[in-house]
């Protein structure tokens, strides 16, 4: 089991990106337009993310089809 304080470790936008196995600019994007993992906004110029997130929103993106839209809606 993951220890509490890796978990809830906050990593700069490049280590985000990095976890995720994404560009920055991408990561970016996710928080212009909505939909991607949430973020701790400290200030303008110093955003993190915690690990626990990161991890949550990969979850949310696990599908068993390409019909499955996630959550309770099926096509």
Known sequence: ML????????LKETDAAQFLKMSVRTLQGYRLRGGGPKYV?????A?????????EWIESKL????SD???NAYV
């Open 3 to 10: 220890h509490e304080d890796y978990l809830n470790e906050l």
């Open 41 to 45: 906004n400290i200030s303008h110029r």
């Open 47 to 55: 955003v993190r993310y915690r690990r626990c997130d990161l991890l």
């Open 63 to 66: 599908r068993i089809s390409t």
């Open 69 to 71: 839209m996630g959550g």
